[in-house]
């Protein structure tokens, strides 16, 4: 499991407007064009440079195809990360501060220690 690489696609996805919207309307096929496209660039270089080795195991895919976050905060996802990202793309269907409600009533059942976020 690579927690560092599901905050980098959070990270990533929630920084760019057209990605967010991406993300919201195929989520399956934007994580698929992401692990292959975006997975193993090396962020802030001047030059374009990349790795090879990053890709997601299943459980992580198939948390962020289906936008699970409360799977993604058992994975150990920061959960800053997902909540803003998740704010980004759902807030507008709920009424205000709606969704920041639903997400935490969905995470409530976790307490003390929560899953390790560290990377």
Not at 35 to 52: F, G, K
Not at 59 to 80: C, I, M, S
Request: aromatic content about 14%; some cysteine; proline content about 6%.
């Amino acid at each position: 499991m690579s927690k560092y690489l599901l905050n980098k696609f959070l990270y990533t996805v929630d920084r760019d407007p057209d990605l967010v919207e991406r993300y919201r309307a195929d989520p399956r096929a934007t994580v698929t064009w992401w692990e292959a496209e975006r997975a193993n660039q090396i962020l802030n270089c001047h030059v374009p440079e990349a790795s090879t080795w990053l890709r997601f195991e299943e459980a992580e895919r198939e948390a962020l195809a289906t936008h699970d976050y409360v799977r993604l905060f058992e994975l150990g996802a920061h959960p800053f990360l997902t909540l803003t990202l998740f704010i980004a793309m759902f807030e507008r269907d709920h009424e205000p501060l709606g969704f920041q409600k639903e997400y935490a009533r969905r995470l409530a059942h976790f307490s003390l220690p929560y899953p390790d976020i560290a990377t």
